[in-house]
């Protein structure tokens, strides 16, 4: 079983920074494809950022794309998302997930960590 850990939200001001580890345990990191979700009260959870097993490809949800970036240190069995230039509508729990490989979805998830960003 593969159990993720989210760490590194908080408040964070518009036009700010913050950056969002998640460290994972019980399985191969470097087998598994990482992904960043985000989920606002009352609104679906949705797609943020990818990164494959390897690292070689990434993709991003428009709305962050040029803002957010998604990297991993395999070593660390961590996966990081750096969110420079923070908006208002960044503000959501933010949620880690695995899969094995090119697997169609995620199977394992974190607990989430949230994230608050203030005008």
């Known amino acids: 079983q593969v159990q993720l850990v989210e760490s590194g939200g908080g408040l964070g001001q518009a036009g700010g920074s913050l950056r969002l580890s998640c460290v994972a345990s019980?399985?191969?990191?470097?087998?598994?494809?990482m992904g960043w979700f985000r989920q606002a009260p009352g609104k679906e959870r949705e797609f943020v950022a990818a990164i494959s097993w390897s690292g070689a490809t990434t993709d991003y949800a428009d709305s962050v794309k040029g803002r957010f970036t998604i990297s991993r240190d395999n070593a660390k069995n961590t996966v990081y998302l750096q969110m420079n230039s923070l908006k208002p509508e960044d503000t959501a729990v933010y949620y880690c997930a695995a899969k094995i490989g090119s697997s169609y979805s995620y199977k394992y998830w974190g607990q989430g960590t949230q994230v608050t960003v203030s005008s």
């Open positions: 019980g399985g191969t990191f470097s087998l598994l494809g």
